[in-house]
């Protein structure tokens, strides 16, 4: 299994960018894929999450109203975009594949891409 994230960059505060991730050696359309970020001298947290048909997705709070995902299960990709960002938005931006769980929440499975930088100045 292989995870491909690319699409970061460096943003001035209020600017957009739209990271993606294309998976290999999975049937890709089984799996809902989260985004996670990870700060320096931070955990790695969980931001958002699309189930495996894209027919629903969920933010977290800091998340809701400026990013976006979507999926092309034709491509293998799934997309974050993410407008109005800020600079605590600053971080490595991972891809995952998990599914949910009966209380709506995401549990990871342990496949992970190597990440994309996203930095945001003020």
């Known amino acids: 299994v292989q995870l491909q994230a690319s699409g970061g960059g460096l943003v001035q505060a209020g600017g957009s960018l739209g990271p993606s991730c294309t998976a290999s050696g999975i049937v890709f359309a089984d799996y809902t894929v989260g985004w996670y970020r990870q700060a320096p001298g931070k955990q790695r947290e969980l931001v958002a999450w699309i189930t495996h048909g894209g027919d629903n997705s969920i933010y977290v709070d800091s998340a809701e109203g400026r990013f976006t995902t979507s999926r092309d299960n034709a491509e293998n990709t799934v997309f974050l975009r993410m407008n109005s960002l800020k600079p605590e938005d600053t971080a490595v931006y991972y891809c995952?594949?998990?599914?949910?769980?009966?209380?709506?929440?995401?549990?990871?499975?342990?496949?992970w891409g190597q990440g994309t930088q996203v930095t945001v100045s003020s």
């Open positions: 995952n594949l998990g599914k949910i769980l009966g209380n709506n929440n995401y549990l990871s499975f342990n496949y």
